[in-house]
Nanobody, 119 residues
Framework: QVQLVESGGGLVQAGGSLRLSCAAS????????RGWFRQAPGKERALVAA????????YYADSVKGRFTISRDNAKNTVYLQMNSLKPEDTGVYYC????????????WGQGTHVTVSA
């Protein structure tokens, strides 16, 4: 089981930036892909960014391409999501997840961190 703890959410004005962090512990073997999911109010949770084990591959949803950057520091077992040029539609709860592939297989989740972008 992988334990994930997110931090870095908050309230920001449109056009601003936030950086989310996700610290992992526990048994990460075979669960080395990391994804950031967003659940907007009234909507289903959706993958916005993901990164492979060695950070050689990444994925971004079309809605965040060019604005969000996912990265990882394996020495610290931490994944980051740098969010720039934030828009009100980026508002939601952001969850970090661990899994066995880039676009699926996520089975360990953090508790979520709230991001609110005001117009």
């Amino acid at each position: 089981q992988v334990q994930l703890v997110e931090s870095g959410g908050g309230l920001v004005q449109a056009g601003g930036s936030l950086r989310l962090s996700c610290a992992a512990s526990g048994r990460t073997l075979g669960r080395n892909y990391r994804g950031w999911f967003r659940q907007a109010p009234g909507k289903e949770r959706a993958l916005v960014a993901a990164i492979g084990p060695a950070a050689l591959s990444t994925y971004y949803a079309d809605s965040v391409k060019g604005r969000f950057t996912i990265s990882r520091d394996n020495a610290k077992n931490t994944v980051y999501l740098q969010m720039n040029s934030l828009k009100p539609e980026d508002t939601g709860v952001y969850y970090c997840a661990a899994g066995s592939s880039m676009r699926g297989g996520y089975d360990s989740w953090g508790q979520g961190t709230h991001v609110t972008v005001s117009a």
